[in-house]
């Protein structure tokens, strides 16, 4: 599988070939941010909030131990299962054995970035249990057999005419049909019946409360509830960085995060979610799959303050010209390119160069995890572990030479820029990637310092 | 204040020495007209961020050391580039002197902020009777906190154009998106091209929907960037660094000839 994984610059250079279709959708996400500015700016609070949300979750991560300890025996006493997972598999483990103990074979799960990140679904159809994603957007991809572009907004690559066919094929719906509402409505049929028959539900975390034991799960379809109301078995899925200390703090996380999300004051349902009700099992799975190691990288751990509001993706001018699946990580843009790297540094080298640096990600981010600096530094340790591409160090190490030396320097640059003169073909062809779509810079006969040396020194 | 007791350095980045000389001596002589005694050491090369950037801090140590020999007995360092001032003030680290470049990187500034924060300039006597859109270089405008950006929720101010505004004629243009990166970013520029030349291409078509004439900005890199993309499409359009601006002279009064 790894052999088909395009790098970053490969599968936007694919992206941009359609270049109305880059522009949709850099504007369909622009217009994403732009809402997010609009509502936040109502809040004379917002930096306020942003560095309260901060501070929170700076304390979480330097006290996680035990706050996890404090929210499993809250839970316990609310007479929910708590299981833990050291990484994918084992989470994916757990779950398949609570369903084969009731003999279910069918489920329905709600959106859950870190299902993604498992590939729970594969491992549990090859193990005979049906999966279907109640999160519309996340059926779409999932009846196109792809995953996520976005963790807040799964279809967001996609246009009317494409859902349209889609559930033409699958649904059942008139050919040609785009209207919005029309589709959402089959859509609606479709799952209600799923989620009449499914015994099991699975839904993510967004926020686990230390002090109570309760969990709060955000949607804006109420799918989440639809799901665990309906079901004899509740499972939910968090990754142990989900945890805040208090009750009171959610009034902080909850008006962060729709607002920094799609720019709505609330999420339309944020369901919490404590104790089973009768008859039910309630399960929680708290997984670690590299998180122990992440906060163990003292430059990186505050990637794990994330809160998955996706504003950082919203915002990236590179997200909005390469398409989420550009990324090849569940979580796409500026975040899954500081949080990959730990997972695997072979796979994800790609990401953190997939960034000017333009440092606007830190600036929206809800939590303010400084997501720039971390690319950076990010740069810095995979090429320590010999993670570039050899060429691009000999490249580096060339460059370095020359710009060490002020005298090698002054010759190297009289020579360029005469050859530039003289012989343009040989900068101005196929093999330097500046030239395939702009000009060079026009070169002058003289540098600044040979008209100072000129004009000024004595 | 008296600033021609100050030893105020030059430096003029990599780029912007062998390519756009008129910048540097368009920074040099604002300086001069503005009191200051400038010195450029003419040994210097880069501030180490082509490399820096590229994952490689420990290859730029060399440009480092060089850039303290030559300027720690500046007053201030002053250059007409955010991106360069920025990665010399977070990174600069000659070797065996980590205490003494902190205290380097504290004096270093870029060119704008030098005139509206040290200078305290308040007036400009310069012409530029042009149709102006600004091109805020992300480095500048966050690292350096040229002008406050779109997304905070904190009160608007610009340093370039309180300095454009004075320039005679200049007429300064709205954009829509007023602080969206020009995707240059250094080697990203080759290698992610496809989505650097589309937002370099973005950036381009915004100014031109609002009938710029020239795009100015602090940063030579962003600029050389779109001016690529400008002359490859055969535009007008062309690029001008702030530097080159406000230096831009009044032009005299001609008498007219008693008939």
């Known amino acids: 599988m790894s052999k088909t994984i395009m790098e970053h610059s490969e599968a936007s250079e694919v992206f941009n070939r359609d270049e109305p279709y880059v522009d949709w959708h850099d504007e369909t996400l622009w217009f994403v941010r732009q809402k997010r500015d609009k509502s936040s700016k109502l809040l004379p609070e917002w930096e306020e909030l942003r560095e309260t949300a901060s501070q929170i979750k700076n304390y979480v991560l330097s006290e996680l131990d035990e706050l996890l300890v404090q929210f499993e025996q809250k839970a316990k006493e609310n007479g929910v299962h708590v299981h833990w997972a050291a990484n994918a598999a084992e989470h994916n483990e757990i779950v398949l054995n609570l369903l084969k103990q009731h003999g279910i074979t069918a489920m329905v799960k709600s959106k859950s970035m870190l299902t993604e990140e498992c590939h729970m679904n594969e491992f549990l159809s090859k193990n005979g249990i049906d999966v279907i994603d109640t999160d519309l957007g996340e059926r779409i991809v999932q009846l196109r057999k792809e995953p996520p572009s976005h963790i807040v907004l799964p279809a967001i690559h996609l246009k009317k005419k494409d859902i349209g066919d889609l559930f033409h094929e699958h649904l059942g719906t008139e050919a040609g049909a785009t209207d919005p509402q029309y589709l959402a409505e089959a859509a609606r049929q479709h799952l209600r019946d799923k989620f009449m028959t499914r015994r099991a539900a699975l839904t993510g975390v967004n926020f686990a409360v230390a002090d109570t034991g309760a969990f709060v799960v955000a949607t804006n379809e109420g799918n989440a509830d639809m799901g665990a109301h309906l079901a004899d078995i509740h499972i939910a899925s968090m990754g142990f960085e989900k945890i805040i200390p208090k009750q009171e703090h959610l009034g902080v996380f909850l008006r962060l995060l729709a607002r920094s999300a799609t720019g709505q004051p609330v999420t339309a349902y944020n369901s919490h979610f404590k104790k089973p009700r009768e008859g039910q099992e309630m399960h929680i799975i708290i997984v670690d799959n590299g998180r122990t190691t992440q906060l163990g990288r003292a430059d990186f751990r505050n990637s794990l303050k994330c809160i998955r509001c996706g504003a950082c993706m919203n915002t990236c001018p590179v997200y909005r010209r390469s398409g989420g699946h550009s990324y090849h990580n569940a979580v796409a843009g500026p975040i899954g390119s500081i949080l990959a790297p730990n997972l695997d540094m072979t796979k994800y080298a790609d990401l953190p160069f997939a960034s000017t640096l333009c440092g606007s990600c830190s600036n929206v981010c809800p939590v303010k995890i400084d997501i720039h600096d971390q690319l950076y530094k990010w740069r810095q340790v995979l090429a320590k572990g010999g993670h570039v591409p050899q060429t691009k160090g000999i490249g580096i190490r060339a460059m370095s030479m020359v710009l060490s030396q002020p005298r090698f320097y002054q010759w190297s640059g009289r020579l360029g820029r005469s050859v530039m003169r003289t012989v343009p073909f040989m900068v101005n062809n196929s093999l330097n990637p500046w030239y395939k779509q702009r000009d060079m810079p026009e070169p002058p006969k003289e540098s600044f310092r040979d008209w100072y040396v000129r004009n000024r020194k004595e | ?259």
């Open chain 2, 1 to 259: 204040m008296n600033y021609s007791s100050l030893k105020i350095g030059l430096f003029i980045p990599c780029y912007v020495d062998q390519f756009y000389p008129q910048v540097g001596i368009a920074t040099l002589e604002l300086l001069e007209k503005l009191g200051c005694r400038v010195t450029f050491p003419t040994n210097q090369t880069c501030c180490g961020q082509p490399m820096a950037n590229s994952g490689f801090e420990h290859l730029a140590r060399p440009c480092d050391n060089l850039f303290f020999d030559l300027f720690s007995d500046c007053d201030y360092v002053v250059s007409p580039s955010g991106s360069c001032v920025l990665h010399i003030k977070e990174h600069l680290k000659a070797d065996n002197r980590a205490d003494e470049s902190k205290v380097l990187r504290k004096r270093v500034y870029e060119l704008v902020e030098f005139l509206t924060d040290i200078l305290k300039i308040e007036h400009i006597e310069a012409e530029f009777p042009y149709r102006v859109g600004l091109h805020q270089g992300c480095h500048g405008q966050r690292g350096l906190h040229l002008s406050q950006m779109s997304e905070l929720n904190a009160a608007p101010f610009s340093k370039p154009v309180f300095l454009l505004k004075q320039v005679k004629g200049l007429e300064l243009i709205d954009l829509d998106r007023t602080d969206e990166c020009c995707g240059f970013g250094g080697t990203f520029c080759v290698s992610e091209e496809a989505v650097s030349v589309k937002m370099g291409k973005d950036r381009v078509a915004d100014h031109i929907r609002h009938n710029a004439e020239y795009i100015t900005g602090s940063d030579m890199s962003c600029l050389m960037h779109l001016g690529g993309i400008l002359k490859r499409s055969n535009s007008n359009v062309q690029i001008k660094h702030i530097a080159e601006i406000l230096n831009s002279a009044v032009k005299k009064q001609i008498p007219v000839p008693i008939a």
